[in-house]
Nanobody, 128 residues
Framework: QVQLVESGGGLVQAGDSLRLSCATS????????MGWFRQAPGKEREFVAA????????YYADSVKGRFTISRDNAKNTVNLQMNSLKPEDTAVYYC?????????????????????WGQGTQVTVSS
């Protein structure tokens, strides 16, 4: 069992930055692909970014590529999402998720159904 707790959300203005963190429990954190997803009001949950076990492979949604950076610290069991140049359309609840599906340390997965564990979410609001 893995428990995930997100933090770092808030209200910012367009162009500002935020850093989301996800603290995890469980001794097998280093064998999970970690991802960030978001859900805006009235919309479906969507993929934002993912990072492989080893941290050497990342993947981003086109909408955030070049602005967001995902990273992980396997010694601290944490995964972070650095969000720069925020836009009003980035407003959403952001969720951290863990996937045990990859059997190779450099594989990332991006589909919601491939993730086994989810956090409760943290609100990010970007005003124009």
């Amino acid at each position: 069992q893995v428990q995930l707790v997100e933090s770092g959300g808030g209200l910012v203005q367009a162009g500002d930055s935020l850093r989301l963190s996800c603290a995890t429990s469980g001794r097998t954190f280093s064998t999970y692909c970690m991802g960030w997803f978001r859900q805006a009001p009235g919309k479906e949950r969507e993929f934002v970014a993912a990072i492989s076990w080893s941290g050497d492979n990342t993947y981003y949604a086109d909408s955030v590529k070049g602005r967001f950076t995902i990273s992980r610290d396997n010694a601290k069991n944490t995964v972070n999402l650095q969000m720069n140049s925020l836009k009003p359309e980035d407003t959403a609840v952001y969720y951290c998720a863990a996937s045990s599906r990859p059997h190779h340390p450099s594989v990332v997965v991006t589909r919601i159904k491939e993730y086994d564990y989810w956090g409760q979410g943290t609100q990010v609001t970007v005003s124009s």
